[in-house]
Every structure is written in C-alpha cells, then in structure tokens.
C-alpha cells in the first residue's frame, strides 16, 4: 500500500497567519494519462465527519474558501491556509486516490496561537 | 441537497455480525460509486469497501476480505455492509461516503455523519 506522512503532526498559529502542512507520499501518485495528481485534503472537526477540500492536489471543491489552497506532485504537497480563521480549527489529512486502499496521512492538528 | 445517513451500529460481541445501512437522498443515487470508511478513535479514516453504480463491481480492503460484503438496492436509494466475524478491531464509526459521478476512484466528495460500531465483550 501507498503510505503517506504528513508533518508536522500538530501547529499553533496566530489568527490571520499563514498554517502550512506538508505531505509526502511513498511513491509517485501522478497519472501519467492525464497529468493529474491523485491527491486530496480533508478538514474534520470533532464531532463530523472528513470534509473535502482539495482534490488533483490543487483543486478547490465547491464551496471551499480560497484562503484554502493545494500544491505540489509526484510525491511532495502542501495545504496551504493563506489567513488562519477561528473556523479554520481542525485536524487537517491528506489523501492518495490513486490505488485502492486510498490511504490516508496520520493528520495534522491545526490550533490557534 | 445531498444526504447521506447511516444507521444500524452499535455494541456486538467479539465474532458478532452487524448490518449497516446508509440512506441517500438529494441525488441520482444509481449515478454513483459508493463506499464504506471507518475510522478508529483518534485515528486518521480507513477505505473499506467500493460498489459501482448496479453492483457488479465490488472492492475490499485486505483487511475485512471475506468477512464484510457491501452491496445495495438503487431502488431505495439504499446502500448496505453486512460484517460478519467482528473484531475487536473493527471498532469505529464508519461511515458511507460518495464518490465524483461515474468515478470509481478512491475519492470521497460527500460523508454522513457516521454510525459508531464497538465490538466488545
């Protein structure tokens, strides 16, 4: 199975700052077919279930704020929360879709400063 | 809009059987890939199982091959896992999620709100 790590495992940041978590995947997870990274992240807050933020690395869902953004490929992505909200408090997993299990990073706990 | 809401967990003993169920609304339930996530306390979620659109097409994690089986009945909107033999291991809140029309990528963009599941004697 593909394993992803993500780093760091938890983060404090000051209202209105710059949270960047990192995510890094055991082998390729670009397709070469169609240039895509099968690559996704969720928001969960406690209580709920995963939300679904990014997909194809760097691709917005649908309502998703645009002080969320994705980057990277291959094997090295970023989510990146551009101006931290009060909102934004969660625990944040990156996701390969490119094979079944779809296996899923060990999260990263995103708080307030 | 979309819905989707589990129901049947709760407390079963070590080599026990349960049956979800996960009712859709809100879409062209037959339109969709299904699946089947479970998630441990303080763990990070965990695929289960996969349908295509009329269940001719079903995947498995290693980890409950044999014991679970998904399936469903588009006539109610309906999807379903039967877990048989349970573990102390399969303790979770699983939920069913939907997958992007017509994919059967591992890709999950709507979840319900989850049915805890606890084996335990």
């Known amino acids: 199975d593909i394993v992803m790590t993500q780093s760091p495992d938890s983060l404090a940041v000051s209202l209105g700052e710059r949270a960047t978590i990192n995510c890094k995947s055991s082998q390729n997870i670009l397709y070469s077919s169609n240039n895509k990274n099968s690559l996704a992240w969720y928001q969960q807050k406690p209580g709920q279930p995963p939300r679904l933020l990014i997909y194809g690395a760097s691709a917005r869902e649908s309502g998703v704020p645009d002080r969320f953004g994705g980057s990277g490929s291959g094997t090295d992505f970023t989510l990146t929360i551009s101006s931290l909200q009060a909102e934004d408090v969660a625990v944040y997993y990156c996701?390969?879709?490119?094979?079944?299990?779809?296996?899923f990073g060990q999260g990263t706990k995103v708080e307030i400063k | 809009e979309v819905q989707l809401v589990e129901s049947g967990g709760g407390l079963v003993q070590p080599g026990g059987s349960l049956r979800l169920s996960c009712a859709v609304s809100?879409?062209?339930?037959?339109?969709?890939?299904m699946h089947w996530v479970r998630q441990a306390p303080g763990k990070g979620p965990v695929w289960v199982a996969r349908i295509n659109s009329d269940g001719s097409s079903i995947t498995y994690a290693d980890s409950v091959k044999g014991r679970f089986t998904i399936s469903r009945d588009n006539a109610k909107n309906t999807l379903y896992v039967q877990m048989n033999s349970l573990r102390a291991e399969d303790t979770a809140v699983y939920y069913c999620a939907k997958g992007q029309v017509g994919s059967s990528m591992v890709l999950f963009d709507r979840w319900g709100q989850g049915t805890q599941v606890t084996v335990s004697s």
């Open positions: 996701q390969q879709y490119y094979d079944t299990p779809g296996t």
């Open positions: 809100g879409l062209t339930f037959r339109n969709y890939w």
